[in-house]
């Protein structure tokens, strides 16, 4: 992973580069920002750069022995923590390398839901146990391979139990000669505020509409109006663009399911709203939840569609002869709610809430929304 390879930031690249080659490298680095917008590929990237034998102005050679090797995952001097579960013997994050390498090389955009998938344990607690922070301070208290940098990354770190974020708070305090910590945080907010305090925050902000779309286009091979209208959807993050490609379904399953939803809500048809909220609840969690996605990115097309303003909506053929029907169902008096509700949903089965309760509940709410 090199920095070309890391979705717009470019500020925070610039910032970055700036700082090393004035020999101004901070101890502790925090990148913060929603999930699945490149904090992790940019701090691999950034270790990849610092540990090149022979960088270049804006990126890592590509061609040392220093660089192949971390390609690889396999350089000395750079380190993952992260959240594990406790399963049998498994305490620390070593128990489960072999996984945490696979997911990078597979993608650096990636979930807490595929991270507990690709460890074979759906819907259990991630946590960053005490055992986990001795293990930090055990590997960074030791001198470099290569004597330049230890760098250790540390993938949600407000995961980290009390205890573990006390022992990390004090090697951010003492840290060791040339060691360098990269946290990257979802919500930095759940971080004690002495260990913020001790870190350089660099804020990632949320991906473009045009970043989003033209990956999409240039790595996907999607068409401009496809790509621009699943980017949309994204809102700013490129993990969930993925995720609208990959959830196991097509935009005509989530459409016929989403039309036949809204017919059963004006209808009051609550037997068939059952039935239909066992079938969604049945495609598991992820796919469930890109189809929450795309009925909340659905309710703001037909409110904008109301406007009469063809250049703002982002709808195929069969999206827009429904909507231009649908829209007069969506308007000031019910739009928040109804926007409330579906994140609300959203929410709750990104929590492990029970998806049949949570589906029932939103039809519930949206039989009375509509109507208003």
């Known amino acids: 992973m090199s920095f070309t390879d890391v979705i717009a930031q470019n500020s925070i690249k610039q910032m970055l580069l700036s700082a090393s080659k004035a020999k101004r490298i901070p101890h502790a680095l925090l990148f913060t920002g929603p999930s699945g917008i490149g904090k992790l590929a940019m701090a691999v990237s950034y270790a990849r750069?610092?540990?090149?034998?022979?960088?270049?102005?804006?990126?890592?050679c590509g061609t040392c022995p220093s660089c192949k090797r971390l390609s690889a995952f396999s350089h000395p001097d750079l380190h993952f923590s992260f959240p594990i579960v406790k399963k049998g013997n498994a305490d620390t994050c070593e128990d489960y390398l072999k996984e945490w390498y696979d997911m990078l090389k597979s993608t650096l955009y990636f979930s807490t839901d595929d991270w507990l998938e690709k460890m074979g344990a759906d819907n259990q607690q991630l946590l960053i146990p005490e055992k986990e922070a001795d293990r930090i301070i055990d590997i960074m208290s030791l001198t470099s391979y290569e004597g330049k940098y230890k760098i250790m990354i540390i993938w949600l770190p407000e995961l980290m139990n009390a205890d573990a974020s006390n022992n990390l708070l004090k090697l951010l305090e003492e840290p060791t000669p040339d060691s360098i910590f990269i946290l990257v945080s979802n919500d930095a907010t759940r971080l004690l505020p002495t260990i913020v305090s001790r870190t350089q925050s660099l804020y990632f902000r949320p991906l473009s509409i045009s970043d989003t779309s033209e990956v999409l286009m240039n790595r996907m091979s999607l068409e401009p109006d496809v790509a621009?209208?699943?980017?949309?959807?994204?809102?700013?993050?490129?993990?969930?663009?993925?995720?609208?490609?990959?959830?196991?379904?097509?935009?005509?399953?989530?459409?016929?399911?989403?039309?036949?939803?809204m017919r059963l809500a004006f209808s009051r048809d609550l037997p068939s709203i059952k039935i239909w909220s066992d079938e969604v609840a049945s495609w598991g969690r992820e796919k469930t939840k890109a189809f929450i996605d795309y009925s909340l990115n659905m309710i703001r097309e037909s409110f904008v569609y109301n406007f009469h303003r063809k250049e703002l909506n982002f709808l195929d053929e069969q999206e827009s002869s429904f909507v231009e029907k649908f829209c007069k169902f969506v308007n000031e008096r019910n739009v928040i709610q109804l926007s409330e509700s579906y994140s609300r949903?959203?929410?709750?089965?990104?929590?492990?809430a029970n998806a049949r309760t949570v589906l029932f509940t939103l039809?519930?709410?949206?039989?009375?929304?509509?109507r208003k």
Not at 232 to 261: H, M, N, P, V, W
């Open 49 to 60: 750069y610092l540990l090149c034998s022979h960088p270049l102005d804006d990126d890592a």
């Open 228 to 261: 621009m209208r699943i980017a949309r959807i994204a809102g700013g993050s490129y993990l969930k663009a993925l995720k609208q490609l990959t959830a196991g379904g097509t935009d005509t399953l989530f459409f016929e399911y989403f039309t036949r939803f």
């Open 345 to 352: 949903a959203l929410k709750d089965i990104s929590q492990n």
């Open 363 to 370: 039809a519930l709410e949206t039989i009375i929304l509509i």
